[in-house]
């Protein structure tokens, strides 16, 4: 079955320090990987995704097979990147997404 | 638009009754997912639509729940008999499904308390 791991609950940094939150995932078909963001009292809302090799917000994440993970990443964190981040996979049907149980960034002035 | 909608955003019920959700996808979406949320947790896959059928349930799914999206538009979740363990936010999150993959976009939720 699929699995997405998450393994920091709570990440803090100070602003302007470079930030990474881990995901590492178990699947067994070809997967496609999603960063999915939860500002305060905001809906949850997609960030970016693999196959879109792009970078929202300074972020960026890449897809490693080999090591089955898709970190995300940021070299300069900001005050406003405080909140919660979810890993989800899509599984090849392209129907159930698969989340983490989520990191909450803190990122301190 | 307004993105994906869900009503009510806040559901207090006794235990024992029944509660139904709504949920409004964006309106050109064909596909339409339902997710639960527990404290500290991600969400957690219910049950999907493609248009009006209903294609994959998940065990999660009891039979105490039902959802149905009858003109392949608005969905309901329907929860009969609740328990103390259905507290949790219910979220609706709708795509459109073709021979590509698009994002799933998610409404506020609606969260269930049961006393």
């Known amino acids: 079955a699929q699995r997405v791991t998450q393994p920091e609950k709570l990440l803090s940094v100070f602003k302007g320090a470079p930030v990474e939150l881990k995901c590492n995932y178990s699947y067994s078909g070809s997967p496609e990987l999603f960063w999915y963001v939860q500002y305060s009292r905001q809906r949850l809302q997609l960030l970016l995704r693999?196959?879109s090799r792009e970078s929202i917000k300074g972020f960026t994440a890449d897809l490693n097979k080999g090591e089955t993970s898709f970190h995300l990443k940021k070299p300069f964190a900001q005050e406003e990147d405080s909140a919660m981040y979810y890993c989800?996979?899509?599984?090849?049907?392209?129907?159930?997404?698969?989340f983490g149980e989520g990191t909450q960034l803190t990122v301190n002035p | 638009d307004t993105g994906v909608s869900q009503d009510p955003r806040h559901k207090i019920t006794k235990r024992g009754q029944n509660v139904t959700f709504r949920c409004d996808p964006i309106s050109e979406h064909n596909r339409l997912y339902w997710y639960r949320q527990t404290l500290g947790q991600g969400p957690e896959f219910l049950t999907y639509?493609?248009?009006?059928?209903?294609?994959?349930k998940s065990r999660l799914l009891s039979d105490r729940f039902s959802a149905e999206r009858p003109k392949g538009s608005f969905s309901t979740l329907e929860i009969q008999r609740t328990e103390q363990g259905d507290s949790a936010m219910y979220l609706c999150?709708?795509?459109?499904?073709?021979?590509?993959?698009?994002?799933?976009?998610f409404g506020d939720g609606t969260r269930l308390s049961i006393l």
């Open positions: 693999h196959i």
């Open positions: 639509f493609q248009n009006e059928a209903q294609l994959e």
């Open positions: 989800a996979l899509l599984e090849t049907s392209g129907s159930r997404l698969t």
């Open positions: 999150a709708s795509s459109l499904g073709d021979r590509s993959t698009q994002p799933q976009h």
